[in-house]
């Protein structure tokens, strides 16, 4: 179940910035939007033919990791900012739910010499982020930027921490200035009194309104370390949102009519006392915003509503009498009390409710009037759910060169990137040009290693760590992981074990490490006494996977990671194994669709079974992933390792599971045809070589070696029942495991 909430948003001259929050499962992640406005040639009923409704044209989605309850514009004066375009728009700062604030720094080139019509499609906006202010210990629900007169711009913040912060923002630094508890409770929003020139939070940066949910509207003077001017307690309700009228006389505040929600399954972690009930109904955190059009016309209000719908009201629109206001107006459980309220009439509207229509799964909004690039309309995003260890898996075409995505992951000022001299030559310098795009990350070296299973060991991992400790990471470096499963499991253990543990994000270019290795958190390296037998339970960031990468893979390669999809199909997800037998030509033809829905649906089955049983623990739900690996175990070892690919001895493994299971008479002979028939399809051995030299003993050897010996009874994932069930067992008949690799000999 997903809930998507418009949380706040801001207008910059034609810019519009839209901040959002998504619950996905138990876990909110945001996105920060930025809308193009311009007048639109068509014309609805809605509004006269006279004056033109804007469109909104959608210019940039930057994903974040945690929700982003407010936002707003700040920055210091344009003729402070000496050498900046006049279109240079100030920064953006975000408000986090972790209690952090990023600012980001807009980038916005405009096509020269075009029509109006073409201008937009000539433009580009990008957000880059400047810096992280991590002073807050909780949700940042407030956000706003002022101006001092003809000098620095100021940031106030405002959280669950009862805390109001201010902050000098000059062209590339924001600083400290003071804190002071302002609230006995959440601060709900932040307005700067007065406006100048247009520009939203000007008038001297001197005077601030605070609204909290102890229910009451503060002013106060920021310039004496908050002390208080005015104060309006009791508020009638919770005050959400402020916002100063236009002469900065009088000060709207907006509040939401008390929500009694039914009851229903228990709120979400971090959001106590707002929500109880089902998720979808939830409203919370800011479900109001009134924010002034910024820009010379003050052409625009913004409103966003709880039901996810954001107005952009047009003021030129609107006649003079409503521009005045006088009467409040009441819709949708908004209040909007006096002077300086806005009719909603002869409105320009942009709407995107439903809100789960609204954003697909991946972030996107899909809003009416905005078009939309194919790298970020198509991206998909899973997540796993292990508490604060929770990362996203984004999923499709063009991400590696996506400007952000990569970025916004990486901690710390110095990055390493390690792939090896195979993927290296392919894909390094898209990801290090990326990486030199942020200016908060310092351009580090990149580790070009030995490419091969062989070199998945402890004096390669000592390389890394050569390389690491010689350009200086320190504890809040980042490593990526780029490369198949044995970059993954080698820098993912690199990156658990250097100083203690420092973070590390996968950017998987196989399909068996996009299904299957970059996803769980498993790492490793070999010994010669046994694979994988020194490692680390150690969760990436997050997982960036660029369908793209897979254009290069060999053929051989791409067939082992369908072994693990098919997989997925067998233990637990039926209609992914029947699609698979509708669509597995599609995918052999690396359509880029249909790659996207089997790593999608793989990476799903693995982030559930990883949430349930990180560790793979007794009730063996972690273990029914080795389904056919104690038997391909087996082959890999009595073919001698390196003959086949690890996906082409889990096929074969599967198979002999899969046969046993029906000698059992736990599964019908059909679900054996059909999983041998899929397999071939793929290429896939389902049979030893000729002269394997592989008999019953042999077979016995490794597999009683196997790590899934327990008491000395070996546990096997066997199927049993209608397909999509397995179960994790030691209690069969030894003599048809027997029988069953006989048949394969
Ligand atoms: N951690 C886990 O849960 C887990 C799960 C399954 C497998 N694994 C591990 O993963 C490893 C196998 O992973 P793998 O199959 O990705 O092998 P791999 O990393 O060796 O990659 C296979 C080959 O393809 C090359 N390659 C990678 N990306 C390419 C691209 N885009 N274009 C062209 N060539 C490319 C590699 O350099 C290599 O030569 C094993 O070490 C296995 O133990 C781990
Ligand atoms: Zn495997």
């Given at each position: 179940?997903?809930?998507v909430?418009i949380?706040?948003?801001c207008v910059?001259?034609?810019?519009?910035?839209?901040?959002?929050?998504?619950?996905e499962g138990?876990?909110?992640d945001g996105?920060?939007t930025?809308y193009?406005a311009t007048?639109s040639?068509t014309t609805?009923?809605?509004?006269?033919?006279s004056?033109?409704p804007?469109?909104?044209?959608r210019m940039?989605v930057?994903s974040?990791t945690y929700?982003?309850?407010a936002?707003?514009?700040?920055?210091?004066?344009?003729?402070?900012?000496?050498g900046?375009s006049?279109?240079e728009?100030?920064l953006?700062?975000?408000?986090?739910d972790?209690g952090?604030v990023?600012?980001y720094k807009v980038?916005?080139?405009?096509?020269?010499?075009?029509?109006n019509?073409d201008?937009?499609a000539?433009e580009t906006?990008?957000l880059?982020?400047?810096t992280?202010?991590t002073?807050?210990?909780d949700?940042v629900s407030?956000?706003?930027?002022g101006?001092?007169?003809?000098g620095d711009?100021?940031?106030?913040?405002?959280?669950w921490?009862?805390?109001?912060?201010i902050?000098r923002?000059?062209?590339?630094?924001?600083q400290p200035m003071?804190?002071?508890?302002?609230?006995?409770?959440?601060?709900t929003d932040l307005?700067?009194?007065g406006r100048?020139?247009g520009?939203?939070g000007?008038g001297?940066g001197?005077e601030?309104?605070?609204a909290?949910?102890?229910?009451s509207v503060k002013l106060?003077?920021?310039?004496m370390e908050?002390?208080?001017?005015?104060?309006?307690?009791?508020?009638p309700q919770i005050p959400?949102a402020?916002?100063?009228?236009?002469?900065a006389s009088?000060?709207?505040s907006s509040?939401?009519?008390?929500t009694?929600?039914?009851?229903?399954?228990?709120?979400p972690?971090?959001l106590?006392?707002?929500a109880?009930?089902?998720l979808?109904?939830?409203?919370l955190?800011s479900n109001l915003?009134?924010?002034w059009?910024?820009?010379?016309?003050e052409?625009?209000l913004?409103?966003g509503?709880?039901d996810?719908?954001?107005?952009?009201?047009?003021?030129?629109?609107?006649p003079?009498?409503?521009?005045?206001g006088?009467q409040?107006v009441?819709r949708r459980?908004v209040e909007?009390?006096?002077?300086?309220?806005?009719?909603?009439s002869q409105?320009?509207?942009?709407t995107c409710s439903?809100?789960?229509h609204?954003?697909s799964?991946?972030q996107?909004?899909?809003?009416?009037?905005?078009?939309?690039?194919?790298?970020?309309s198509?991206?998909e995003t899973?997540?796993?759910?292990l508490?604060?260890?929770?990362?996203?898996i984004?999923?499709?075409p063009g991400l590696l060169?996506q400007?952000?995505?990569?970025?916004?992951?990486?901690?710390?000022?110095?990055?390493m990137?390690?792939t090896?001299d195979?993927v290296?030559?392919?894909?390094?310098?898209t990801?290090?040009?990326i990486?030199a795009?942020?200016?908060s990350?310092?351009p580090?070296?990149?580790?070009v290693l030995p490419d091969g299973?062989?070199?998945?060991d402890m004096?390669?991992l000592?390389l890394i760590m050569?390389?690491a400790?010689?350009?200086?990471l320190?504890?809040k470096s980042?490593l990526?992981?780029?490369?198949?499963?044995?970059?993954?499991d080698m820098v993912?253990?690199?990156?658990?074990?250097?100083?203690?543990?420092i973070n590390?994000i996968?950017?998987p270019?196989?399909?068996?490490?996009?299904v299957?290795s970059?996803?769980?958190?498993?790492?490793?390296?070999?010994h010669?006494?046994?694979k994988?037998m020194i490692g680390?339970?150690y969760q990436?960031?997050c997982v960036i996977?660029?369908?793209d990468t897979?254009?290069t893979?060999p053929?051989?390669?791409l067939a082992s990671g369908i072994?693990?999809?098919?997989k997925?199909?067998?233990?637990?997800d039926?209609?992914?194994f029947c699609w698979l037998?509708?669509?597995?030509?599609?995918?052999?033809?690396?359509?880029?669709?249909?790659?996207?829905?089997a790593?999608?649906r793989?990476?799903e089955?693995?982030a559930?079974?990883?949430?349930?049983?990180?560790?793979?623990?007794e009730?063996?739900?972690r273990a029914?992933?080795?389904?056919?690996?104690?038997?391909g175990?087996?082959?890999?070892t009595?073919?001698?390792?390196?003959k086949w690919?690890?996906g082409?001895a889990?096929s074969l493994?599967?198979?002999m599971?899969?046969d046993?299971s029906?000698?059992l008479g736990w599964?019908?002979?059909?679900v054996?045809?059909?999983?041998?028939?899929?397999?071939?399809r793929a290429g896939l051995?389902?049979?030893?070589?000729?002269?394997?030299g592989?008999?019953?003993?042999?077979?016995?050897?490794t597999?009683?070696?196997?790590k899934?010996?327990s008491?000395?009874?070996?546990?096997?994932?066997l199927l049993k029942?209608a397909?999509?069930?397995?179960?994790?067992?030691?209690a069969?008949?030894v003599?048809v495991?027997?029988?069953t690799i006989?048949a394969y000999?």
């Amino acid at each position: 179940m997903q809930t998507v909430q418009i949380c706040d948003l801001c207008v910059y001259d034609d810019l519009v910035a839209v901040a959002s929050s998504r619950l996905e499962g138990k876990t909110w992640d945001g996105a920060l939007t930025l809308y193009l406005a311009t007048p639109s040639s068509t014309t609805t009923a809605d509004t006269p033919p006279s004056s033109p409704p804007l469109t909104l044209t959608r210019m940039h989605v930057q994903s974040t990791t945690y929700g982003i309850p407010a936002l707003a514009w700040c920055g210091a004066t344009q003729a402070a900012c000496n050498g900046s375009s006049p279109h240079e728009p100030p920064l953006l700062a975000a408000g986090q739910d972790n209690g952090d604030v990023v600012v980001y720094k807009v980038g916005r080139k405009k096509g020269e010499n075009l029509q109006n019509s073409d201008r937009e499609a000539e433009e580009t906006v990008t957000l880059v982020p400047l810096t992280t202010l991590t002073d807050h210990d909780d949700i940042v629900s407030a956000v706003a930027g002022g101006r001092e007169e003809g000098g620095d711009g100021k940031l106030a913040t405002g959280g669950w921490d009862c805390l109001v912060k201010i902050w000098r923002v000059g062209m590339d630094i924001v600083q400290p200035m003071s804190s002071w508890q302002a609230h006995r409770d959440h601060v709900t929003d932040l307005a700067w009194r007065g406006r100048e020139g247009g520009r939203e939070g000007g008038g001297g940066g001197r005077e601030l309104a605070s609204a909290g949910r102890d229910r009451s509207v503060k002013l106060w003077d920021t310039r004496m370390e908050g002390e208080s001017l005015r104060l309006v307690d009791a508020h009638p309700q919770i005050p959400l949102a402020l916002a100063w009228g236009g002469n900065a006389s009088s000060l709207p505040s907006s509040s939401s009519p008390p929500t009694t929600l039914p009851p229903g399954p228990s709120p979400p972690p971090g959001l106590d006392g707002v929500a109880e009930g089902p998720l979808e109904k939830l409203t919370l955190i800011s479900n109001l915003n009134l924010k002034w059009g910024a820009g010379e016309g003050e052409w625009a209000l913004c409103v966003g509503f709880d039901d996810g719908s954001v107005e952009v009201l047009d003021l030129r629109l609107l006649p003079p009498e409503a521009k005045r206001g006088g009467q409040g107006v009441r819709r949708r459980g908004v209040e909007r009390s006096n002077e300086a309220s806005i009719l909603p009439s002869q409105r320009t509207f942009l709407t995107c409710s439903p809100p789960s229509h609204a954003f697909s799964r991946g972030q996107v909004i899909m809003m009416a009037s905005s078009t939309s690039t194919s790298a970020v309309s198509t991206m998909e995003t899973v997540h796993v759910s292990l508490g604060d260890r929770s990362y996203p898996i984004y999923i499709g075409p063009g991400l590696l060169k996506q400007p952000n995505l990569l970025t916004q992951h990486v901690t710390g000022k110095r990055c390493m990137v390690v792939t090896n001299d195979r993927v290296g030559p392919l894909y390094l310098s898209t990801a290090e040009h990326i990486l030199a795009q942020s200016p908060s990350i310092q351009p580090g070296d990149s580790l070009v290693l030995p490419d091969g299973e062989a070199y998945k060991d402890m004096p390669t991992l000592n390389l890394i760590m050569d390389a690491a400790l010689s350009t200086k990471l320190d504890r809040k470096s980042t490593l990526v992981a780029l490369g198949g499963g044995v970059i993954g499991d080698m820098v993912g253990f690199a990156a658990a074990i250097y100083q203690r543990g420092i973070n590390f994000i996968q950017v998987p270019t196989t399909l068996m490490a996009m299904v299957d290795s970059a996803v769980g958190g498993k790492t490793a390296v070999n010994h010669k006494l046994g694979k994988n037998m020194i490692g680390a339970f150690y969760q990436p960031q997050c997982v960036i996977i660029d369908t793209d990468t897979l254009s290069t893979l060999p053929d051989r390669e791409l067939a082992s990671g369908i072994a693990e999809i098919v997989k997925y199909g067998l233990i637990r997800d039926p209609e992914l194994f029947c699609w698979l037998e509708d669509n597995m030509e599609k995918l052999l033809a690396r359509e880029p669709t249909a790659l996207g829905h089997a790593i999608k649906r793989s990476c799903e089955n693995k982030a559930e079974i990883v949430a349930l049983d990180e560790r793979e623990g007794e009730a063996g739900i972690r273990a029914t992933l080795n389904l056919g690996h104690t038997f391909g175990h087996a082959v890999e070892t009595g073919l001698g390792y390196g003959k086949w690919l690890h996906g082409e001895a889990v096929s074969l493994g599967m198979v002999m599971a899969v046969d046993m299971s029906v000698r059992l008479g736990w599964v019908d002979r059909e679900v054996y045809s059909r999983t041998v028939g899929l397999l071939q399809r793929a290429g896939l051995p389902v049979a030893l070589p000729e002269e394997s030299g592989m008999d019953l003993e042999k077979f016995e050897a490794t597999m009683s070696l196997d790590k899934k010996v327990s008491d000395g009874v070996l546990r096997l994932i066997l199927l049993k029942g209608a397909l999509g069930q397995c179960v994790f067992t030691s209690a069969y008949d030894v003599e048809v495991l027997r029988e069953t690799i006989r048949a394969y000999c």
